[in-house]
């Protein structure tokens, strides 16, 4: 089983609809943990609506510190806001594969609620089809520095 890390600085919306959505089309092939640089301690609504909505698991999430992480080998690490791609990471993570994924923050939409609820299905519907064309890959057998370029390219993917 592989480990894949996603993580942001709040650790409340993208990182979090990453990991289940990982977890959802990867079982039984990748785990997925989420945490962040400057966890806020809370997970957004609207990113447990918009699971909701889509059949996904909405306990069990808790905004954390990627330092709680530091005793779990992790074989890939996605950032998935603009704020995490320029930050360090931590030491224990210099092995991972890492590519950026940087996603809008639609906990910042300001708007109706149908127009929220819009940026949330947006944002979710990029992440989803980046971790479909992760999972085609073949994870386990490519290089790393061919698995870095690959999943950089997914990044730039949009639904």
């Known amino acids: 089983m592989l480990n894949v890390f996603v993580i942001c600085t709040g650790n409340s919306c993208r990182s ?8 959802q089309l990867g079982q039984g ?7 962040g640089s400057h966890p806020i301690g809370r997970i957004n609504t609207g990113a447990l ?3 909701k ?3 996904l698991p909405t306990e069990g999430y808790q905004s954390q510190s990627w330092d709680d992480f530091e005793d779990t080998s992790m074989d890939f690490v996605i950032t998935v806001c603009d704020n995490a791609a320029g930050e360090t990471c931590p030491v224990y993570l210099t092995k991972a594969v890492r590519a950026h994924w940087g996603v809008s ?3 910042h939409v300001e708007g109706t609620d149908e127009e929220k609820i819009a940026a949330f ?4 519907a990029t992440l989803k ?3 479909e064309k992760m999972l085609e890959l073949p994870l ?3 290089p790393a520095n061919e698995l870095t370029i690959e999943l950089n390219k997914i990044g730039q993917l949009n639904a």
Request: avoid cysteine; glycine fraction near 8%.
């Open 53 to 55: 909505r889509h059949g």
């Open 121 to 124: 299905e947006q944002t979710f």
């Open 49 to 51: 609506a918009t699971l």
């Open 16 to 23: 979090v609809m990453g990991e289940a959505l990982v977890n």
């Open 29 to 35: 092939r990748v785990k997925a943990f989420s945490a």
């Open 129 to 131: 089809l980046r971790v």
């Open 105 to 107: 923050d639609p906990g």
């Open 140 to 142: 386990e057998m490519m």
